[in-house]
């Protein structure tokens, strides 16, 4: 059983304290990366900032990785890998943004999986955590919840800490 790290607990009580900030529109994507989603990641064993100095090429994390899609380069947020192999993709919104309604991110994280023959993808904001199925054709007509696998929000995160550890630990 993988018990839920003191990190977790500390950002999920910061989040809830804080809540109203976060939401709002002045927070930003990236500061919801680095104050949020980094530290998470980073809970499950992932080096994302490379504190291990490894080349570029056996990075746990890249930023921005390029795929193609229909002849146009697009960037996830962030892609896991385990030495060159990448796999999942995590797409980082802004807190103010509904995962749960909103379809574009869904369509979006949907989109780069299915490019990619990736499985499964992530979209976050730290408030809400949202896997899809990655190997489904985006329609643009789908829902949000359209090849939704899990949905929680951060207040799950402990409670759920084993099934998360599960998935997506670098173990």
Sequence with gaps: MADVPPIIAELVERYERNRDMYRSTNYNEEQTR???INPFFEALGWDVTNKAGNSPKYMDV???GT?????????????FRIGERRKFFV????????IHLDKRPALQIRRYCWSAKLPLGIVTNFHEFALYHGR???????????ARLMYMTYK????????????????
């Design 34 to 36: 680095i104050e949020f």
């Design 156 to 171: 799950d995160y402990a409670s759920r800490w084993e099934e998360i550890y599960g998935l997506f630990s670098k173990d």
């Design 67 to 79: 795929i193609r899609i229909d002849d146009q380069a697009n960037a996830p947020d962030y892609t």
């Design 136 to 146: 489904t054709k985006t329609n643009s007509s789908d829902k949000a919840a359209y």
């Design 62 to 64: 890249v930023f921005e």
């Design 91 to 98: 797409e980082a919104k802004h807190p103010s943004l509904s």
